[in-house]
């Protein structure tokens, strides 16, 4: 299904978040050093964005629109005064309104000198090179996907991605994001801070889908709205990766943490330290031999890990371990999942049951035998 990020910008603020998440969720393996250009690529993104929302027809708010702009934007590095098409459209649009969002934010651009802009530009042409692909392009044209409507009714959404190829993830990014900012602007505006359908969000591998802009707060203040979301984890390293200092509040504003068994040291060690120790008596015993044997017995009371990182590492893999807020952890059995009632449902159990997500997006018109319609003769030569 086709989804366009465009379609859910509502405001000057939503531009923003969206050239914030593209921005963190494409730029690589890059150095501090660096952020002058991205600053300077978010100011060019915002100023383009904003006239394409503003300015441009439904039909053209797209990323392949803000591609163009960009392939249009010429720079001559020994001709200041040289104005390329986009210039001459942002001069219309400042002519008409000098205070206009976008002109205000392009006027900042074009601060750069040429060679400088020369370089935003060549720099934003290899974060966007993902767009280049026709089927990317395409499938961010316009929008099916109804994000806002979630908490409203029932809704089963499935994002899809590759679990060895991490070039789209930034599309699953954005669509958390918008999701989380839009779900959370109707509850409050429409519902009075709670949606009538609760909104579960089941992330899985949550490290490998890209950056959530502000997640650390998100995870705080969705849950008071009727959303909430599970994240899934390999290893506590791999938020660390990702979110850094903020992956300790990220984990703390979880209210449960399922342990289902690991190697990871980082996790081990916070999973022990989180069960606590367990008290466990010692006996000492000696025997001196002398000119005059002695005995001795020395009792101790003593802490001991509940489980430490050694038995951890090695836990049964039918077991897990389970923490609740207010409650202290306990060993479980892993469920299993063949004597759920609703099992024969799945492709697992029968092959038949597998869904056929082609049929489903099909667009094509099924005729039944007693169904009537009219029947149109059409001579094109008349045209």
């Known amino acids: ?52 929302y503003f300015e441009a027809p439904e039909n053209e708010q797209n990323f392949s629109t803000l591609i163009e702009f960009i392939n249009a934007m010429e720079v001559r590095e020994d001709d200041e005064d040289f104005k390329n098409p986009v210039d001459i459209m942002f001069d219309v649009l400042e002519a008409k309104n000098p205070e206009h969002f976008a002109v205000r934010q392009y006027k900042k651009y074009k601060l750069a000198a040429g060679k400088t802009a020369k370089s935003i530009l060549i720099s934003c042409g290899a974060r966007l090179a993902p767009f280049d692909i026709k089927e990317l392009r395409e499938l961010t044209s316009y929008d099916e996907m109804e994000l806002d409507t979630l908490g409203d009714k029932k809704t089963a959404l499935f994002f899809i991605i590759s679990d060895t190829d991490d070039t789209f993830n930034f599309i699953v990014s954005m669509a958390y994001t918008q999701l989380f900012n839009l779900l959370c602007d109707k509850a409050d505006d429409v519902y009075g801070g709670r949606l009538p359908v609760h909104v579960r969000c089941l992330i899985d591998e949550c490290a490998n889908i890209g950056q959530i802009p502000k997640l650390e707060k998100l995870m705080a203040t969705i849950r008071s709205r009727e959303i909430s979301a599970c994240i899934f984890l390999q290893a506590q390293s791999q938020l660390k990766a990702i979110y850094k200092d903020n992956a300790e509040t990220i984990i703390g504003n979880c209210d449960s943490m399922v342990f289902l068994g690991g190697k990871e040291k980082t996790t081990l060690k916070d999973v022990s330290e ?21 005995y001795g017995i020395n009792y ?29 952890p306990f060993l479980s059995e892993k469920y299993d999942i063949t004597k759920h009632p609703n099992y024969k449902y799945l ?11 082609e049929k489903y997006l099909s667009t094509k018109l099924k005729i039944n035998d007693n169904d009537i319609y009219d029947i149109y003769e059409i001579d094109l030569t008349d045209y």
């Open 300 to 328: 101790q009371k003593l802490g001991k890990e509940l489980m430490s990182i050694d038995e951890l590492a090695v836990m049964d893999g039918n077991k897990c371990i389970l923490q609740l807020r207010g409650v202290r």
């Open 347 to 357: 492709s697992d159990f029968d092959i038949k049951n597998t869904f056929d997500i």
């Open 274 to 294: 989180s069960l606590g120790k367990e008290t466990i008596d010692m006996f000492n015993t000696s025997d001196t031999h002398g000119n005059q044997r002695s």
């Open 1 to 52: 299904m086709h989804y366009n990020p465009f379609s859910y910008i509502k405001s000057e603020k939503d531009i923003l978040k969206l050239v914030n998440v593209l921005i963190a969720n494409t730029k690589g393996d890059g150095k501090t050093g660096e952020d002058f250009w991205i600053k300077a690529e978010t100011l060019l993104y915002t100023a383009l964005i904003g006239y394409i």
